[in-house]
């Protein structure tokens, strides 16, 4: 049994994929016996913790956000993580973890290192650093570049989300262990037919203003689609229709905003194809395991995959088609999605996806966690 402090900068007040999948991790672990907790380093707000967060994880920091809108100026997301790291020190020494399990979301801040080397210690990598760091530019990005070798030489292992991650890391001379995201929860067994007579199409993604690399998605590609398809409907959820302004946006592509929960399992009902992200060739990556990948295929959706998938089963599997990682690749075949769609018009997805499930994923990575505390190297 293992005492796991999972360490994030991740914001834990709104509901989102990566917090459902977090959470999603400490359950599993907790049903595998290991005593888990997320604390997730945020300024503080008043309000309540997003679904779920509560009974999992808790939040340390020393700023409000209150503080954050009043002085923008001043940066003080970054003053609040280095501000918190002695109150971090002092709730890991009173939880006495066997093992931190850092999820990057940022760039380095002084104390970070420090902490992780006090601890065995594993930091889970969920992006090509080198293309992301490029989108961000200006200082920020090569501020990143600079600091963020003194952070991965401070763990004693690495968990990347992809193979072309893994070897872009293995100048670190750390373990490594590649283990993508899994499905956030169980198969769903009450997704029925559509009963729809032409596919009706479905993208989730991130707002532009939320999201710096969010051109990556690829949704400007979706407007040729519609526009070839005139009698689907395409659903957009995650973003707005002004967040595209000077596009050509046909009128059977809707845009939804943000949706979560029971709306957005409202809107998959709804809908017999999924979209994953189209364009990963503009951030300069070739492979990814995307979460909206995962949820649809949860919600038992078949799906268009416009990168190579790190979980070498969907890359192959009749309920997905992938269509290359171009800038061409939804134009090149208009003929070959058509096909798939009318394909799979009105089905759902009922292979096994036993391979997808949290417990066969989280048992990989408990594995790995167990190979670095028994190395003692700390």
Same mark, same amino acid.
């Given at each position: 049994?293992?005492?796991?402090?999972?360490?994030?900068?991740?914001? $834990?007040?709104?509901?989102?994929?990566?917090?459902?999948?977090?959470?999603?991790?400490?359950?599993t672990w907790r049903?595998?016996?290991?005593?888990?907790?997320?604390?997730?380093? &945020?300024?503080?707000?008043?309000?309540?913790?997003? $679904?779920?967060?509560?009974?999992?994880?808790?939040?340390?920091?020393? #700023?409000?956000?209150?503080?954050?809108?009043?002085?923008?100026? @001043?940066?003080?997301?970054?003053?609040?993580?280095?501000?918190?790291?002695?109150?971090? +020190?002092? @709730? #890991?020494?009173?939880?006495?973890?066997?093992?931190?399990?850092?999820?990057?979301?940022?760039?380095?801040?002084?104390?970070?290192?420090? !902490?992780?080397?006090?601890?065995?210690?594993?930091?889970?990598?969920?992006?090509?650093?080198?293309?992301?760091?490029?989108?961000?530019?200006?200082?920020?990005?090569? #501020?990143?570049?600079?600091?963020?070798?003194?952070? !991965?030489?401070?763990?004693?292992?690495?968990?990347?989300?992809?193979?072309?991650?893994?070897?872009?890391?293995? /100048?670190?001379?750390?373990?490594?262990?590649?283990i993508g995201n &899994?499905?956030?929860?169980?198969?769903?067994?009450?997704? *029925?037919?559509?009963?729809?007579?032409?596919?009706?199409?479905?993208?989730?993604?991130? $707002?532009?203003?939320?999201?710096? &690399?969010?051109?990556?998605?690829?949704?400007?590609?979706?407007?040729?689609?519609? *526009?070839?398809?005139?009698?689907?409907?395409?659903?957009?959820?995650?973003?707005?229709?002004?967040?595209?302004?000077?596009?050509?946006?046909?009128?059977?592509? /809707?845009?939804?905003?943000?949706?979560?929960?029971?709306?957005?399992?409202a809107l998959y009902?709804?809908?017999?194809?999924?979209?994953?992200?189209?364009?990963?060739?503009?951030?300069?990556?070739?492979?990814? +395991?995307?979460?909206? /990948?995962?949820?649809?295929?949860?919600?038992? !959706? $078949?799906?268009?995959?416009?990168?190579?998938?790190?979980?070498?089963?969907?890359? &192959?599997?009749?309920?997905?088609?992938?269509?290359?990682?171009?800038?061409?690749?939804?134009?090149?075949?208009?003929?070959?999605?058509?096909?798939?769609?009318?394909?799979?018009?009105?089905?759902?997805?009922?292979?096994?996806?036993?391979?997808?499930?949290?417990?066969?994923?989280?048992?990989?990575?408990?594995?790995?966690?167990?190979?670095?505390?028994?190395?003692?190297?700390?």
């Amino acid at each position: 049994m293992m005492r796991i402090a999972y360490l994030t900068e991740w914001p $834990p007040y709104a509901e989102s994929g990566v917090l459902r999948k977090m959470i999603g991790q400490i359950a599993t672990w907790r049903e595998q016996g290991h005593e888990a907790e997320i604390f997730a380093l &945020s300024p503080l707000r008043d309000t309540p913790t997003a $679904p779920g967060f509560a009974e999992h994880g808790r939040v340390v920091g020393t #700023f409000t956000q209150d503080q954050m809108e009043r002085y923008r100026f @001043a940066r003080l997301g970054f003053v609040n993580k280095v501000a918190s790291v002695p109150k971090l +020190c002092r @709730a #890991f020494r009173e939880y006495r973890p066997d093992l931190i399990y850092y999820r990057q979301n940022g760039t380095w801040y002084p104390g970070l290192p420090g !902490l992780l080397k006090s601890w065995p210690s594993i930091a889970e990598i969920n992006t090509f650093e080198g293309a992301e760091t490029e989108l961000w530019g200006g200082l920020i990005g090569r #501020f990143h570049d600079v600091t963020r070798a003194r952070l !991965l030489r401070a763990v004693d292992g690495l968990v990347c989300m992809t193979n072309e991650i893994a070897d872009h890391e293995r /100048v670190w001379n750390r373990p490594i262990a590649v283990i993508g995201n &899994s499905l956030w929860g169980d198969p769903r067994e009450d997704m *029925a037919p559509t009963g729809n007579k032409v596919p009706v199409f479905v993208f989730t993604g991130s $707002p532009m203003t939320l999201d710096h &690399s969010a051109n990556w998605h690829g949704v400007d590609k979706i407007f040729p689609l519609a *526009a070839a398809m005139p009698e689907s409907t395409f659903h957009v959820a995650g973003m707005k229709a002004e967040e595209f302004a000077g596009f050509d946006i046909p009128p059977n592509v /809707v845009f939804h905003g943000f949706l979560n929960g029971e709306a957005l399992t409202a809107l998959y009902r709804q809908c017999d194809i999924g979209i994953a992200s189209l364009a990963a060739h503009r951030k300069k990556i070739e492979e990814g +395991c995307s979460l909206k /990948v995962r949820d649809y295929l949860m919600h038992r !959706l $078949p799906l268009i995959l416009g990168y190579r998938e790190s979980q070498s089963e969907l890359n &192959s599997a009749d309920y997905v088609l992938p269509i290359g990682n171009t800038p061409d690749n939804v134009t090149s075949n208009l003929d070959r999605i058509a096909a798939f769609a009318r394909e799979w018009t009105g089905r759902r997805v009922t292979a096994d996806l036993g391979f997808l499930t949290r417990e066969t994923i989280e048992r990989h990575r408990l594995d790995f966690m167990q190979r670095i505390v028994a190395s003692g190297t700390k």
